[in-house]
């Protein structure tokens, strides 16, 4: 039997929910995630000082959602491993080295990106 639409709104809001929860999480017990959060302030603040433009602010916030993504998505990989393979192994280790790199290589990416947005401006 279908819900309700009142139970679909409900489910729909506790998944919202649920999400907030890893955010904080996430935030709470991560260092690297404070480090992120330092960033995308001196990032946000250098956006407003410079006057950055549109198209200018939609690729700093690709960049920014690219790196908390994938460094939220390393840290949910290292706990999954971590529970599940109390011991270590090779395999646990080249996942967590890859998810790991899949996070430096973002950050590098969104680097560059604030580079070319912001050099020019600089200099």
Request: charged content about 15%; some cysteine.
């Amino acid at each position: 039997m279908p819900h309700s639409f009142k139970q679909t709104v409900i489910n729909r809001a506790k998944s919202f929910g649920y999400a907030f929860e890893g955010i904080l999480a996430f935030l709470k017990s991560e260092p690297n995630a404070r480090i992120h959060l330092l960033a995308i302030a001196v990032v946000c603040t250098a956006g407003i000082y410079f006057h950055v433009s549109n198209i200018e602010w939609c690729l700093l916030t690709i960049a920014i959602v690219s790196v908390v993504t994938t460094e939220m998505l390393n840290t949910a990989i290292e706990k999954w491993m971590d529970a599940a393979h109390a011991e270590r192994s090779p395999v646990v280790k080249f996942i967590k080295d890859v998810a790991a790199a899949a996070v430096l290589i973002t950050a590098i990416g969104a680097i560059i990106i604030a580079g070319l947005i912001f050099l020019p401006k600089i200099g």
